[in-house]
């Protein structure tokens, strides 16, 4: 029901030449991290999360894997500490190849608030990894600390400071050759 509503809104909204891939609001509690799987400290974007209605083929009639990616994530509920957190997010395609997916992230945060940034397709880990002509069929968010990506917040002896968390994570595609314009979310 809620993407049968989002879908509505995202089409009576998003200009031309861009969609909603996801908008997702979640607590994130070190039991979350440490029973997600099959990888943990991972939340898993896919059924009647992921937008229904994204494009099969992301290169035509629309190339929306030569343009960027506006990640928006708002930090609603963090622990004391300012520890430095991000959030990994990993396209998950239908088709692979190579490393089988590849993945963008967020920016460090320290506090809550709300954090923006264009990220294009062409840029980040193993992009290349994707057939686009296939789909992307999930994605796969993974909160990590700022020692790189091996650095999984449920493996930190510190753990307070990542958990729990409420996040609100928002990816809107923007096609090759089309600036992001601002969506209205509720």
């Not at 509505?8 to 440490?34: E, M, N, R, W």
């Not at 059924?47 to 928006?72: A, E, F, K």
């Not at 993945?103 to 686009?132: A, H, Q, R």
Request: charged share 20%.
């Amino acid at each position: 029901m809620k993407w049968l509503l989002l879908t509505a809104l995202t089409a009576a909204i998003a200009p031309a030449g861009q969609f909603i891939l996801f908008d997702v609001t979640f607590t994130y509690t070190k039991s979350d991290a440490d029973n997600s799987t099959p990888s943990k400290s991972h939340y898993y974007v896919k059924g009647p999360l992921i937008n229904p209605n994204r494009p099969v083929d992301w290169t035509s009639p629309v190339d929306y894997r030569n343009g960027t990616v506006h990640i928006r994530l708002e930090v609603l509920e963090k622990p004391p500490g300012n520890q430095p957190t991000t959030w990994t997010l990993c396209y998950i395609p239908n088709k692979g190849q190579g490393n089988k997916y590849g993945c963008t992230g967020t920016d460090l945060y320290t506090t809550t608030g709300i954090f923006e940034k264009d990220v294009p397709m062409t840029s980040w880990w193993e992009n290349n990894s994707i057939v686009w002509t296939e789909g992307i069929k999930q994605m796969d968010l993974v909160i990590k600390d700022n020692s790189g990506g091996r650095g999984h917040a449920h493996r930190r002896e510190d753990h307070e400071k990542f958990f729990p968390t409420k996040v609100r994570i928002t990816m809107v595609q923007v096609s090759a050759g089309s600036t992001y314009q601002p969506i209205t979310l509720k």
